[in-house]
Antibody, heavy 120, light 104 residues
Framework: EVQLVESGGGLVQPGGSLRLSCAAS????????MSWVRQAPGKGLEWVAN????????YYVDSVKGRFTISRDNAKNSLYLQMNSLRAEDTAVYYC?????????????WGQGTLVTVSS | DIQMTQSPSTLSASVGDRVTITCRAS??????LAWYQQKPGKAPKLLIY???SLESGVPSRFSGSGSGTEFTLTISSLQPDDFATYYC??????FGQGTKVEIK
């Protein structure tokens, strides 16, 4: 059974940092593009970043470029999102998601999400 | 960046109704479009990929069509479990703003 379990969310002050983790199981992690998607309270979905199977390609939404870094450790079946210089508008539930084969067909498995709150 | 625009934002319908949601891309994305369903407090669920391919396990009353810049999601006969919010996405990029399907 495919499982994605996020962790690392919490309350952080503006300007602070947080590292999210996503533990994957039930599939060959190294064979899939992976993504982070977020959802601010009461708002729609926003794609944040994705990463190729071997980590050689990474893409970000403009609003997080230079502040967030996506990475993965295929030996540990884990995906990460390092978030620096956090702002109030980064407050959201952050989902880890597995992209369908090829990375251009949508995300077929999602974690339960982890809440990040940026507030003083 | 490619923008995705969904319409309508809210749709009121009854069980058994045929429902259509439209998604427009600001430039051609060929058939690289996905549709998701999301219920409150839950992660999104993939319904359709590559504009018209039904994800495994998704009921056949859901269908997708379109290419280029205009796409549609159709629910042929709305069921009680279908009241939710639906999003289109250019995979690896922008989501539409969502369409909430409410009980009429």
């Amino acid at each position: 059974e495919v499982q994605l379990v996020e962790s690392g969310g919490g309350l952080v002050q503006p300007g602070g940092s947080l590292r999210l983790s996503c533990a994957a199981s039930g599939f060959t992690f190294s064979s899939y593009w992976m993504s982070w998607v977020r959802q601010a309270p009461g708002k729609g979905l926003e794609w944040v970043a994705n990463i190729k199977q071997d980590g050689s390609e990474k893409y970000y939404v403009d609003s997080v470029k230079g502040r967030f870094t996506i990475s993965r450790d295929n030996a540990k079946n884990s995906l990460y999102l390092q978030m620096n210089s956090l702002r109030a508008e980064d407050t959201a539930v952050y989902y880890c998601a597995r992209d369908r084969v090829g990375g251009l067909e949508g995300a077929d498995y999602w974690g339960q999400g982890t809440l990040v709150t940026v507030s003083s | 960046d490619i923008q995705m625009t969904q319409s309508p934002s809210t749709l009121s319908a009854s069980v058994g109704d045929r429902v259509t949601i439209t998604c427009r891309a600001s430039q051609s994305i060929s058939s690289w479009l996905a549709w998701y369903q999301q219920k409150p407090g839950k992660a999104p669920k993939l319904l359709i990929y590559k504009a018209s391919s039904l994800e495994s396990g998704v009921p056949s009353r859901f269908s997708g069509s379109g290419s280029g810049t205009e796409f549609t999601l159709t629910i042929s006969s709305l069921q009680p479990d279908d009241f939710a919010t639906y999003y289109c996405q250019q995979p690896g990029g922008t989501f539409g703003q969502g369409t909430k399907v409410e009980i009429k």
